[in-house]
């Protein structure tokens, strides 16, 4: 698996940098790094979203530990009993349901939140109604589980809830890190189960870790300096395009 060419050691260098910044500034950007790790390594698809797994467990500590302060609980403790149980759906349709067949789905489901967060803020306006209804944490947080065990792509999907939450960036930041935080660790041991973890995976996940802090580092920087509506413009377009190419 360590034998890769210059051109793959760049890719997952520059995954490794993309897994900062999304983690602690940008979310959405992790959406592209699947996909790139698969390019990194062709003959080891499924053991790529192993190494990505830890690559974020990673960047986590760096995004979790900055904005421990920053974290809206109750979101993060509504999503996380139908995140499990996402998981373990996840963990067992990997035996039957390929990445071709997972990613076009994602991406129309993605594409119909987006729309559907659209014409409600367009019918409401900046005094749209924030979703309260226990269904829709409960069906957000399931498609994230399923989601992130399948192919950790559940940046966009988690976009589109704590956008309908109107949280601040930081907030919204924050919320998202601990949410991670907690789902890729309970992710740890099905990943393991399935051989996606080994220790070979974890030594090149280690290894990153230096890429990983200047990408956390950058996307702190980035954040102070962009104002609320670009970020929330941002993460939308960046969640649109992660569903389009889900599609294609």
């Known amino acids: 698996m360590f034998d890769l060419s210059s051109t ?3 890719i997952v260098g520059l995954c490794a940098v993309l897994t900062g910044v999304s983690k602690t500034g940008i979310p959405g950007l992790g959406i592209l790094m699947a996909p790139l790790m698969a390019m990194a390594f062709p ?13 974020l467990i990673l960047g986590d500590l760096f995004a979790a530990g900055y904005y421990r302060r920053r974290a809206e609980w109750k979101h993060v403790a509504r999503l996380l009993p139908p995140a499990f149980v ?3 759906a996840g963990w067992r349709a990997m035996d039957y349901v ?3 067949q997972l990613q076009p789905i994602m991406g129309v489901i993605v594409l119909a939140m987006l729309g559907l967060n659209y014409w409600r803020i367009r019918a409401g306006g900046e005094n749209a109604p924030i979703p309260g209804q226990w269904w829709f944490a409960a069906m957000m947080g399931f498609i994230a589980g399923l989601t992130t065990m399948m192919a950790n792509a559940a940046g966009p999907v988690m976009i589109i809830y704590l956008l309908a ?3 601040p960036k930081i907030e919204f930041i924050g919320t998202s890190a601990w949410f991670f935080f907690a789902v890729n660790w309970l992710k740890v041991p099905f990943s393991a189960n399935l051989d996606l973890i080994t220790g070979e995976s974890l030594k090149l996940d280690l290894l990153m870790l230096p890429l990983i802090a200047l990408g956390a580092v950058a996307g702190i920087v980035f954040l102070r300096r962009i104002p609320q509506k670009v970020f929330n413009s ?4 960046l969640a649109a395009a992660a569903a389009v190419k889900l599609l294609f």
């Open 165 to 167: 939450m109107r949280l």
């Open 234 to 237: 941002l993460v939308q377009i």
């Open 86 to 88: 996402g998981i373990v």
């Open 43 to 55: 003959e080891h698809t499924r053991q790529s979203t192993g190494i990505l797994l830890g690559m």
């Open 98 to 100: 390929t990445d071709n």
């Open 8 to 10: 793959g050691w760049g």
